[in-house]
């Protein structure tokens, strides 16, 4: 399938499409300018509680005529590229494609590689509502400065996603509990110590290419000689593995060591041209800091504990003294229970509330990225992480639907692996002010591999974003009839026998505007669409797992101290007063009479209506696929109304029964 990286089959229409849109722009840039003057944000309402009122007065009575004289200059000109604009959208393609090459990392560029199976492989998904309307728009949402939003969305979801993957062991014969090594532990020594980190970065993986339960260890002096004491898997090996030694442990080992003294070793990462063929195209590397950046280990608002990922591993160390190229740090361990990554009876993976996105993230859904120059500005901040991009979703116009479109679907999808199929539909059935958007279904194949046997192995994205009035219950159960068919048949059109290419995974993520607790949702949480994708959040209809939080936000919080910061957000989230502050539920006192709110008992933990679902129809017999860790992001506090979502599937060959 040709995938298109222009809007326009050709630079004619494509022209005539920029010189329409520039004689629209004025009039829309002035339209929007004078309804922000009317709708301050809290944020903006607090900052001038200090201001005379008369200020305010002055400013008005000056804007407000300049901008309003302005518009209706601009306005004969928005109506001559208005009606040139329309036609064209009949030859407007669904969406842009965009691949990121840089010259310089030509050599070191990855593709999907050759996957040796037996090892196993993870795959990170994240799907998140992010709210860059036009800037009039977004402040019914208690949101401004869509375009300085769209670049700050970028750069902590891309700095979010490539931080080092931080591991800590912690080793103990007796004490079975996780805790948290305090942030000061894993700060590197001062560069004139003899025993320091290179300052070329840290080594990572994904956290399925370590053996969880089968690790062991390795203090002795033998670990000189493999590769300066990194363990090693059949997958990635790019991580810093940080070892808790408890005082038993290391008092039978015959070494004079704190009770809390944490062993962290760091090597200089391999360069590209140094690692083998094989190991090369595992996985794409890490993008190169831009100006103003900071990494995630040198930021102040770096969370202590979303940094690390546990594993309790109960048994000895191996005797013996520390390698040259390791350090010892004193760490401060915090027992707090609430971020523990904790399973119940029954479950088989981990999951946190985070003030970060999940290291190595592969796949990237996003919803309401509605404004074409915040999607480039996005687009811009995730390329140098995510290679791939699908942004500009949607149909404009009457284009296949009965209704006027002003906006597109407001879709947009990053992955780190190739894309090899594309396609989009529309909901025909949007009510309201959703019947002005494209909403709709991105479908999205790509690559991730092949079989020593040249065989592909694909996988298959798709990214959604349903109705959004309340007691619209009857349209998204149509939407979501919709979705199905059009699952089963971009997958029958771009299926390829199984000689030919093997199915890794089949994610579906988005905004599907419904929870599973509300009584008033009942209709949705009962659809088909619940038996063909398993959602790990959810136990039965109308009853979700213990640990589950809503993903909505009150919007009149968003600039309160305890949630500006992701740090901030996620300590207020862990406590049940928190939540019931600053998430939306069922029914509130403190919720906004907007669409997204409904008026029923109060029930549960807020409102879940942002979905990471996946599917087994199609796997390779052979494979298993499980869910490694579910994870509620805060990364994104003061950016947008809703809580980030990401799920990390591991695929591995079937263990046969004995």
Known sequence: MVLYTSAFPNSFLQTLHSLAWGLIFPCYWFADRLLVSFLPTTYEKHQRGDDPCYLRALCLTIVIPVCLALLLTSLPFALVGFVIWVPLQSARRPYVYSKFEDGSEAGGATGPGNWKALGGKSFCFATANVCLLPDSLARFNNLSNTQLRSCEVGRRIRNGASRPQIKIYIDSPTNTSISAASWSSLVCPHPSENNRANSTGIKRTSSMDYKGDSFIGNCSEDSKDSKLGWEQSDGDSKSCIVRICSEEATYSAGKEADACSVQVTITQPTEPGEV??????????????????????????????????????????????????????????????????????????????????????????LQEVFDKRSAERLKAQLNPYFQYVLYDVGTYAWRRCCSFKF?????????????????????????????????????????????????????????????????????????????????????????????EELLAFDVLCGDFNFDNSSAEDKLEQQHSLFTQYKDPCRLSPGEEQPWVIGTLMDPEGLYDEDTITPDNLQKVLESEEGRREYLVFSHCKNQPASQKGRKVPLKGCGRRIDYALYSEDGLNPDWKMEVEEFSFVTQLAGLTDHLAVAMRLSVSIREEDP
């Open 407 to 499: 906006l597109n679907s407001g879709l947009f999808f990053a992955s780190r692996y190739p894309i090899l199929d594309v396609e989009f539909q529309s909901y025909p059935n949007g009510k309201g002010n959703d019947s002005l958007a494209a909403k709709g279904a991105l479908f999205v194949k790509v690559q991730v591999g092949t079989t020593p046997q040249d065989q592909r192995i694909v996988g298959y994205v798709s990214c959604t974003h349903l109705q959004a009035l309340s007691g619209d219950a009857s349209i998204r159960c149509e939407q979501m009839d919709h979705l199905l068919n059009w699952l089963a048949e971009f997958r029958k059109s771009t299926s390829s026998p199984s000689t």
């Open 276 to 365: 083998e063929a094989e190991d090369q195209n595992d996985q794409t590397p890490n993008h190169r800091q831009k100006e103003g950046d900071r990494s995630s280990l040198d930021s102040n608002n770096t969370s202590r504990e979303s940094l690390i990922k546990f594993r309790i591993i109960d048994g000895m160390t191996d005797s013996g003294t520390t390698s040259n190229n390791k350090f010892v740090h004193k760490a401060s361990v915090m027992k707090k229970s609430s971020l523990k990554k904790k399973r119940h009876h029954g479950e088989n993976f981990d999951h946190e509330l985070s003030a970060f996105f999940p290291a190595n993230l592969d796949f990237l859904c």
